[in-house]
């Protein structure tokens, strides 16, 4: 690897702050003819009133129903004739709104995708559908163990008290009012602390005399969100989250406790010891002691899910009811061995050199470009942490990950989570801590 | 770009398809064997799809889940689905491993260890996919639909398999198995990405995989022991309760084979009709009629036969055949008046733009160039497609619908929650009303 130039180069880029506070990235790249246009805010989910849960989503999709100088199939006609779609991005402290087109409709797909931002409609009638579609979406997420399992997990992991343990529910959702939404687009949705990329294939000089002023035009003063505090370290016992649902022949775990945010100095240390764990796929502990070595599972996997001062560990897996404590037990064993004696070389050199190599794919194509910018700014970071990333990681010691390891990950106090029929994994699961029982239909 | 994809044949019969794309230093190498659920005898079904998994158990020379731990090793991703027609491996990694790929593919081509005792712990893996699956109840209804809509022949089966098979598949059945479907000369490699050149990729593949010779020993293989559908007498009705708490009502008709003149026709209509909030269904269903929360379709290809499906998600207090007969109604629309000018121009332009963003990835090219060659028959067809979409006129997407969608072979599934929640039936009681006053 050379000392000198970095390994990840992003493409030539020019990066202006316009007066109304938007930071707008240019990325030419004329590869083929066509474009995405992302704008991210930092405000989501964590923004949304206690038990109104749900508004920051349907704010966004609302959005998307086009500007107020024009009816939603006006808008909806105008953009998809000329085959260009929207996108967007609804997470815990930012949203990403966006567009992609061909070039030679940029001209006026851009414009119509700015007016829908800076004055969208925010119709009535369309609210309305959109609570409806949310509220069946909820509803049939109910079918769904794992997506059960997690939303049980965070509500026992964080409580209700904080905004990260809070989910929408068909009851939070009906809660919500037209006014609610409107509320939040006004006080949340600014250009201030904002970042548009646009990448694709325009030129630079042209693009910014035709946009720069439409960027600038939308003037909206918004009012920024306090950074979210951590929740509280939890301590003592571990607490068994046991949701019953009698109709299940497989039981769906997720175990875990909280973990350092994303500005954390330790971060690229856990995320590389995740790898080991569970976070590499057969290349993981986990993997390989339950399903290569077992057979007991189709999947398990350990991820840190990380907002800018907090995050979550939490390893998730599946298994047939009858061997939901055996598994649990084995995962728990895995775990628990890993903590107390750390990584080996060998796996510290196959988790950074996976580290290094996976980079070459998050850059491929305008997308994953304009993810990556996206990403670096939320957390304000330039583009030398992407290009220097193999460094550091290069840099990194097996002292580094055991320290590492030590401070941030344990197998007291966790909250396990199992849904699966009660009745049938209530005895496996009963020696792991105190038990919590729900009912699927029960909100988390 | 397209123009610059290059083939050719090995002597062992392996057919490798390559394409340099530049843009990030990566290749995907993909390997894609002419078989999946189709090609499987009754008391076997699953074993496809066990095949698959067994494929990353090790050889002679390589130990049981290597490949996909060496691939990881290097920062690079690799999986494998199966499907009806195709079962393919997907290795995507850093430029400079690609010859480390060949080497994994030419070992599991040649010699896969299939034993016993790896056959025992994958099969309780492949039982724990089987109950993933199982455990959604729409899953499971849509699972007994397909049947009713194959009955007869092997599509009725999905490449998952029947649970009694998959418990007493042995490794002498995966081993035929093997020895009959996964050789050389039933199978494409297909290569994109930031390679030297196309000669070198070609010297190298011929080295490696090349090697590899087959081991069917002349059989002939079975061309999908296919048996064209009976035609239903009539439409066929299939009603489910189900502890799902939102009503659902799919309508299918029969479509053409992949590699049919009618397949582009029909998927232009099927644009026209579901897609986006242009579209027939959302316009009339969802915000017209208010009777739909939300509204869709596509059409399932397969080697020798297809489904177009259409659906609607709904609230309790409207009725299924409501909801049938207004979907019913958009399909009687096309199939009587056709489309317009305009709506043929937006999906013209989907289709292109659609086309432009696959071009960023290595992998989605390497898939659909892969899916093209087996399952329509030959990768032109999809290189060629904007040209021939070019050529097509509203006249022949109407003659297609018509030989397709037709009342007489219509199938229908009704998913009905057991319990209706109160919420949602007040909610849509409400919604109804308002829209009365307002539209009225």
Partial sequence: MSAAAPSFRFPPMLEARLPNGLNVIWVPQREHPAMTVALQIPAGKFCDSREKEGIAELAVALLQKGPASLSTEEFAEKLEHTGASLFSEVGDEHIIIGCQTLSRFAGMVVPLFWEMVRDPALDEQEFGRLRREMTAATQAELVDPGMLVKKHFYAELFGARHPAGRTHTVASIKRIALQDVRDFCAQSLFPGNSHLVVVGDFDISAARSSWETLFASWNTAGREAPPMPAPPVRTGRTVVRLVDKPDLSQTSLAIGHEAPGELHDDRELTAVANYILGGGNFSSRLMNAIRTQGGKTYGISSQIACNNFFGAFMISTATQNRQAGEVLTTALSVYREFIEKGVTDEDLAKAKQFAIGSMAFQLEGIGNIADKLLWLRLYKRDNAYIEHFDKRIAAITRDDINRAISRHLRTTGLVISAVGKAAEIRPSLAGHGTIKAFNYRTDP | ?440
Avoid at chain 2, 202 to 220: K, M, N, P, T
Avoid at chain 2, 251 to 261: L, T, W, Y
Avoid at chain 2, 280 to 291: A, M, P, T
């Fill in chain 2, 1 to 440: 770009m397209l123009n610059r994809i290059v083939e050719r044949t090995l002597a062992n019969g392996l057919k490798v398809i390559c394409l340099k794309k530049t843009g990030a230093p990566v290749v995907s190498v993909q390997i894609w064997y002419r078989t999946g659920s189709v090609n499987e005898r009754d008391g076997v079904r699953g074993i496809s799809h066990m095949l698959e998994h067994m494929m990353f158990r090790g050889s002679a020379t390589i130990g049981p889940e290597v490949h996909a731990r060496r691939i990881n090793d290097v920062g690079g991703h690799c999986n494998a689905f199966t499907a009806e027609d195709v079962t393919a491996f997907f290795n995507n990694v850093p430029r400079d491993c690609f010859d480390m790929v060949l080497s994994l593919e030419a070992d599991r081509m040649n010699a896969l260890t299939l034993s016993a005792d790896l056959l025992k712990t994958e099969r309780k893996v492949i039982i724990e996919e089987y109950h993933t699956y199982m455990n959604n109840p729409v899953t499971k209804a849509f699972l007994e639909f397909r049947r009713q809509f194959f009955a007869g022949n092997p599509y009725e089966t999905s490449p998952l398999g029947i649970l009694e098979n998959i418990q007493t598949i042995t490794a002498a059945d995966c081993r035929a198995y093997y020895d009959l479907w996964y050789s050389p000369d039933n199978a494409v490699a297909v290569i994109v990405g930031d390679i030297e050149s196309e000669d070198q990729v070609f010297e190298r593949v011929a080295a490696v995989l090349g090697a590899v010779r087959g081991r069917s020993g002349g059989a002939a293989r079975p061309d999908g022991h296919f048996i064209a559908p009976v035609k239903p007498a009539g439409i066929q009705r299939m009603k489910r309760r189900v502890d799902f708490d939102v009503p659902l009502l799919v309508m299918g008709f029969p479509a053409p084979p992949s590699s049919s003149r009618d397949a582009l026709p029909l998927e232009i209509m099927q644009q026209v009709v579901s897609q986006g909030e242009s579209s027939r269904l959302y316009g009339e269903l969802v915000r017209r009629q208010s009777l739909a929360v939300m509204a869709g379709g596509m059409n399932h290809y397969l080697r020798h036969a297809g489904m177009s499906l259409f659906f609607a998600v709904f609230t309790p207090d409207v009725s299924a055949a409501r909801i049938e007969t207004a979907l019913h109604r958009q399909i009687e629309i096309v199939r009587n008046h056709g489309i317009t000018d305009s709506e043929l121009e937006k999906v013209k332009n989907a289709t292109l733009t659609h086309r432009v963003f696959e071009m960023y990835s290595a992998e989605h090219l390497c898939q659909r160039i892969g899916f093209s060659e087996i399952v329509e028959g030959n990768y032109r067809l999809w290189v060629e497609r904007l040209a021939t979409l070019e050529k097509l006129t509203v006249d022949e997407l109407v003659d297609a619908v018509r030989r397709y969608w037709n009342d007489e072979e219509m199938h229908v599934l009704h998913l009905q929650p057991k319990k209706i929640s109160p919420l949602l039936f007040i909610a849509g009681a409400a919604k109804r009303l308002f829209k009365k006053k307002v539209t009225v």
